[in-house]
């Protein structure tokens, strides 16, 4: 007789670890190897990388697939520039406040909006968009229409020297993504993740199992929420200036997020990571074709939609069994025993 | 007071090309359960083909119809059967980024095609030519709206009911598979029901046009009109898309009259109060 295990983690799982630890030294030490543009673009990076994959713990496991999380972008973004030009809050705490609100916030939109099945439910999260770019685009406090940039003082209480204030922004970025992609793993691997992940698979047989659907996909869309607005609040911390269209952009913060997770994989940890890196690898060859670079991006997301939907990574993993994150369990053979 | 009713007819009016924004919405979503996020940018299309019509030929923009109508449902039927029917099933994923992504494409392509200058159609006299009517003056334009919305959803509810086209629509939307059984081409049908859906859009979008200036980058702002104009009304009820649209219409005239910066947002407002007081819409289909 063999003796079986149940593990989750694999040798290609144990690898990735090693590897992914080690880049993340790397790109801790970046401001002291990295230019000031090139600091700027992996700052971008990791927030993108944030929201595709609070995009994806919707969409792609709790199946809330939203156009409208550019309310929460926005949301954080201005409540940056709310609590520190009016109350008079260093900007990190600012940026975290910004996220209880949007939690808070967050529970009544969720108790209307869930009120709506499918595709209807996305139009309405972009109507809650909507409501927001509108409401913000009153409040002439903050500029109204045309925004208003984040004081000299604000920005040199963070630190006085422009240097010092684009490394901390690029830590802060990097932190995000860090914490997003480890509160979501940490998530998915506990009893409520293993909860959410049978939802993923199908909602009947979840609800036959006594699951609570509508709770968990609450807690998904709250949490979701209030990691979004955070995340929003380090873009605008990084842009220094704000303004209703920029900040509720449909195409900025929810298209291309949709795109990089579909092209990376939706419903794994890793496709938002590949998605990433292939979206911003497009963007800066082929940026130069500005209304072209669009399209080709919308053919291809298209395209994987209809031939390979479970995007790069879905293919990768079907082909080799490989899982860098390991969520699944896995029956090993222990061949050292045998005979025993 | 005549200022409050002013806004409330001229929102009634307003409230006819919502209608016809949602009407396309709102048969293919009852004939196939397809949610079509690219619906705004088509009507933009379809202002933007009347655009070239009228430019090209010297024509008036109700004459383009007769180019832009056809080509409509031309696209509508190929769109149906090359890429939107291999989205459709269980999952409601591939329908929703396909058509997405669609929008995407066709905004880019105007703004490739058109640049993001404002465009309008040119209508000429009709545009200001007014009706006094117990001391309010209607325009004749929004009036016509309103008169060819009414039109569309009487023709579409007619299709529905009391054709053999519209009983191939109500057999595969009751159930596909046994509709499939007794002799109906799904495929076929679905083309169909797209094509006669970005026929109400070519028209729709030809009005928008007239009525005012567009940009490829509006139809996102026309999609959530329509949708919110079918869900107030009720799903899969053509008659409640039309007062869904005359709701919607008239609490953005209202909003406008109070400030004119909380037009859209009263709007919006409106939809989000009968979604959560009645979530299933005012007049919604009674399911048997």
Request: with cysteine; glycine share 12%.
């Amino acid at each position: 007789m063999n003796a079986r295990i149940v593990t989750r983690a694999t040798r290609a799982s144990r690898v990735a670890m090693i590897i992914g630890l080690l880049a993340l030294i790397v790109l801790a030490a970046a401001p002291w190897w990295a230019g000031r543009a090139d600091l700027r673009l992996m700052g971008e990076i990791f927030l993108y990388l944030s929201l595709a994959c609070l995009w994806n713990l919707m969409a792609g496991y709790a199946g809330l697939v939203s156009v409208g999380q550019q309310a929460f972008v926005g949301f954080g973004g201005y409540m940056l520039f709310a609590l520190t030009i009016f109350g008079g809050v260093h900007p990190i705490v600012a940026i975290l406040i910004g996220g209880l609100l949007a939690a808070v916030l967050s529970v009544p939109i969720a108790i209307l909006i869930f009120r709506l099945r499918g595709a209807y439910f996305a139009i309405g999260t972009w109507v809650v968009a909507e409501v927001f770019r509108l409401s913000f685009a009153q409040a002439s406090a903050l500029g109204g229409g045309s925004g208003s940039s984040l004081p000299v003082g604000v920005v040199k209480s963070l630190s006085e020297s422009r240097s010092g204030r684009e490394a901390l922004s690029y830590w802060l970025a990097l932190g995000a993504a860090v914490v997003v992609i480890g509160a979501v793993y940490a998530f998915l691997r506990t009893r409520r993740g293993l909860a959410l992940t049978a939802i993923r698979d199908s909602e009947i047989a979840a609800s036959g199992l006594g699951i609570d659907i509508w709770r968990t996909k609450l807690e998904v869309y709250v949490v979701t929420s209030a990691f979004t607005a955070i995340v929003g609040g380090l873009i605008f911390l990084q842009k220094l200036r704000i303004s209703p269209d920029a900040a509720f952009s449909v195409n900025d913060w929810t298209a291309f997020v949709i795109f990089i997770v579909v092209i990376g994989g939706i419903g794994t940890l890793e496709g938002p990571i590949i998605g990433t890196l292939l979206f911003f690898a497009l963007r800066e060859t082929l940026a130069d074709y500005g209304t072209i670079y669009l399209i080709a991006l919308g053919a291809v997301a298209i395209v994987v939609m209809l031939k390979a939907p479970k995007g790069v990574w879905g293919l990768i993993r079907d082909r080799y069994d490989l899982e860098l994150f390991p969520l699944s369990y896995r029956v090993r053979v222990d061949s050292n025993d045998k005979g025993a | 007071m005549m200022e409050w009713t002013n806004a409330i007819v001229q929102g009634i009016l307003l409230g006819g090309l919502y209608a016809l924004f949602a009407a396309g919405l709102s048969l293919i979503f009852g004939v196939m359960r397809l949610v079509n996020i690219a619906h705004g940018d088509l009507i933009v299309l379809a202002a933007y083909f009347g655009l070239t019509t009228t430019v090209l030929l010297g024509v008036h923009p109700f004459v383009a119809l007769l180019f832009v109508v056809p080509v409509m449902a031309g696209l509508g039927y190929v769109l149906q059967r090359g890429l939107l029917n291999k989205t459709l099933g269980d999952d409601i994923l591939p329908p929703l980024l396909v058509t997405f992504g669609l929008s995407v494409i066709i905004q880019n392509a105007l703004l490739e095609g058109y640049t993001a200058d404002p465009q309008k159609l040119n209508g000429g006299a009709i545009e200001t030519a007014s009706l006094q009517v117990g001391g309010l003056a209607l325009g004749v334009l929004p009036l016509l709206t309103f008169g060819i919305a009414v039109a569309v959803i009487a023709l579409l509810q007619w299709v529905f009911y009391a054709t053999s086209l519209g009983r191939g629509f109500r057999a595969v939307s009751d159930n596909q598979d046994i509709a499939q059984i007794m002799g109906f081409n799904k495929s076929h049908i679905f083309g169909l029901a797209m094509a006669l859906a970005l026929a109400v859009t070519a028209i729709a979008g030809i009005l928008l046009g007239m009525r005012t200036s567009f940009d490829p980058s509006v139809g996102g702002g026309r999609l959530i009109f329509g949708f919110e104009a079918v869900i107030i009304g009720g799903l899969g009820n053509l008659w409640g898309t039309l007062a869904g649209g005359v709701i919607l219409g008239v609490a953005q005239t209202i909003g406008a009259k109070i400030d004119p910066g909380w037009q859209l947002l009263a709007g919006h407002i409106a939809f989000l109060v009968v979604l959560a007081v009645r979530p299933n819409g005012l007049f919604p289909r009674i399911d048997h």
